[in-house]
T-cell receptor
Framework: NAGVTQTPKFRILKIGQSMTLQCTQDMNHNYMYWYRQDPGMGLKLIYYSVGAGITDKGEVPNGYNVSRSTTEDFPLRLELAAPSQTSVYFC?????????????FGNGTRLTVT | GNSVTQMEGPVTLSEEAFLTINCTYTATGYPSLFWYVQYPGEGLQLLLKATKADDKGSNKGFEATYRKETTSFHLEKGSVQVSDSAVYFCALTANSGGSNYKLTFGKGTLLTVNP
């Protein structure tokens, strides 16, 4: 199984540009998440989804949008890129709610906004 | 709200040294506790977990014990290797009150092991 796949791996954007970070999983997981990782700050939750058609905000949703039209895909959209959005973005998934199952992470997308 | 505090790095050790990375938490309800590891250029992967008080999680020579009385989940390894060089994250999830499953992460601790 491929697990959680993120594309692209790297991207440089100019201020004000838009882009979509792609995330897909082939494990039939219901729950999917987007995190951003900043140096020394750990991971912050941007958005999450508990199933197709359902999304909700995390800790730091401003400047981002998501959609979940299928179980497999959970793209993250940046409409007007800002330097503060320079970060490494991780997508993750889990089959169902519960304390025993681990999150499965993608390998990340490194985004630089200049 | 939930929070995780882990010791700040970076931590630099020689091969075969003893490792401890401290982690304490604040949570409502009955959290499950995790250690995740991130190798360079990769995403996070689960290292070990414990789901109730006094449980010990272990994997690849690493251990951590869920201590409810001290709200701690310290990571230990008796003899580290160069290949253990990575960033380690302590995390918790608490599903009290019907809240959806969300992990709360610590800030991460960078470990470098020298030959």
């Amino acid at each position: 199984n491929a697990g959680v796949t993120q594309t692209p791996k790297f991207r440089i954007l100019k201020i004000g540009q838009s882009m979509t970070l792609q995330c897909t999983q082939d494990m039939n997981h219901n729950y999917m998440y987007w995190y951003r990782q900043d140096p020394g700050m750990g991971l912050k939750l941007i958005y999450y989804s508990v199933g197709a058609g359902i999304t909700d905000k995390g800790e730091v949703p401003n400047g981002y949008n998501v959609s979940r039209s299928t179980t497999e895909d959970f793209p993250l959209r940046l409409e007007l890129a800002a330097p503060s959005q320079t970060s490494v973005y991780f997508c993750a998934s889990i089959r169902q709610q519960g304390g025993n199952s681990p999150l499965h992470f993608g390998n990340g997308t490194r985004l630089t906004v200049t | 709200g939930n929070s995780v505090t882990q010791m700040e790095g970076p931590v630099t050790l020689s091969e075969e040294a003893f490792l401890t990375i401290n982690c304490t938490y604040t949570a409502t309800g009955y959290p499950s506790l995790f250690w995740y590891v991130q190798y360079p250029g990769e995403g996070l992967q689960l290292l070990l977990k414990a789901t109730k008080a006094d449980d010990k999680g272990s994997n690849k020579g690493f251990e951590a014990t869920y201590r409810k009385e001290t709200t701690s989940f310290h990571l230990e390894k008796g003899s580290v290797q160069v290949s253990d060089s990575a960033v380690y994250f302590c995390a918790l999830t608490a599903n009290s009150g019907g809240s959806n499953y969300k992990l709360t992460f610590g800030k991460g601790t960078l470990l470098t092991v020298n030959p």
